[in-house]
T-cell receptor, first 109, second 112 residues
Framework: GQNIDQPTEMTATEGAIVQINCTYQTSGFNGLFWYQQHAGEAPTFLSYNVLDGLEEKGRFSSFLSRSKGYSYLLLKELQMKDSASYLCAVLDSNYQLIWGAGTKLIIKP | IAGITQAPTSQILAAGRRMTLRCTQD?????MYWYRQDLGLGLRLIHY???????GKGEVPDGYSVSRANTDDFPLTLASAVPSQTSVYFC???????????FGEGSRLTVL
C-alpha cells in the first residue's frame, strides 16, 4: 500500500529553527508537496520538489531525497503565526496525490 | 477573484437526508477534487474530475456522488447522510502546469 509518515505533533520556540520530516512509500513518484493549514482554514501551498536537493523560499526550505523516500520542511526564524499543521503529499505514478496526516506545529514564546 | 467558492460553510443535517455541497471555481482549471478531512486521518479523496464531463472515484467514494457538467462547477451529493459522514469537506482544483492544488474554504458537515 501507499504510505506517508509524518510526526503527529512538534513544539518549537519562537525565533528558533524546526525541521519537519516526511517519509513516503508510494507506487511511483511525480513530485512532493508541502502545504500549510491553519486551524479551521484551508490548506495553502508551500513548496514542490521533484528533483533531489534543497529548495529555499524565504524562511521556508524543502528538501527531497528520492532514493531514501524522504523529505523535510525547514522553518527558520519561527514566528507565532507559523503555528499550523504542515501536510506532506506525494504525487504517485497515476498523478494522484497521497496525503500524510499532517504535523501540528506548536510555537511557544 | 474568488478562486474556489464552497457552500454552505457549515451545515447540521439529520441522518437520512439528502445534501449537496456546492463548489465553483473561476480559475478555468480542468481538474477538480473533493476531499474529506478527519482528525488524525489527513485528507482523503472522495471523487475527482480530470475535465468537464468526466468523473472518477477516489479513496472513499461510498455514499457520495459528483457531477461535472461544466468546467466551473463540481457539486458533491450525499444521497442519504449517515453520522460517519460528519467531517470537513474541501473542494480543490489543480493547475495542470504545476500540479498545485487550490482549496476552497471548506464545508463543515455534521450529521446527527
Amino acid at each position: 500500500g501507499q504510505n506517508i509518515d509524518q510526526p503527529t505533533e512538534m513544539t518549537a520556540t519562537e525565533g528558533a529553527i524546526v525541521q519537519i520530516n516526511c517519509t513516503y512509500q508510494t507506487s511511483g513518484f511525480n513530485g512532493l508537496f508541502w502545504y500549510q493549514q491553519h486551524a479551521g482554514e484551508a490548506p495553502t501551498f508551500l513548496s514542490y520538489n521533484v528533483l533531489d536537493g534543497l529548495e529555499e523560499k524565504g524562511r521556508f526550505s524543502s528538501f527531497l531525497s528520492r532514493s531514501k523516500g524522504y523529505s523535510y520542511l525547514l522553518l527558520k526564524e519561527l514566528q507565532m503565526k507559523d503555528s499550523a499543521s504542515y501536510l506532506c503529499a506525494v504525487l504517485d505514478s497515476n498523478y494522484q496525490l497521497i496525503w500524510g496526516a499532517g504535523t501540528k506545529l506548536i510555537i511557544k514564546p | 477573484i474568488a478562486g474556489i467558492t464552497q457552500a454552505p460553510t457549515s451545515q447540521i443535517l439529520a441522518a437520512g437526508r439528502r445534501m449537496t455541497l456546492r463548489c465553483t471555481q473561476d480559475m478555468r482549471h480542468n481538474a477538480m477534487y473533493w476531499y474529506r478531512q478527519d482528525l488524525g486521518l489527513g485528507l482523503r479523496l472522495i471523487h475527482y474530475s480530470n475535465t468537464a464531463g468526466t468523473t472518477g472515484k477516489g479513496e472513499v467514494p461510498d455514499g457520495y456522488s459528483v457531477s461535472r457538467a461544466n468546467t466551473d462547477d463540481f457539486p458533491l451529493t450525499l444521497a442519504s447522510a449517515v453520522p460517519s459522514q460528519t467531517s470537513v469537506y474541501f473542494c480543490a482544483s489543480s493547475d495542470s502546469s504545476t500540479g498545485e492544488l487550490f482549496f476552497g474554504e471548506g464545508s463543515r458537515l455534521t450529521v446527527l
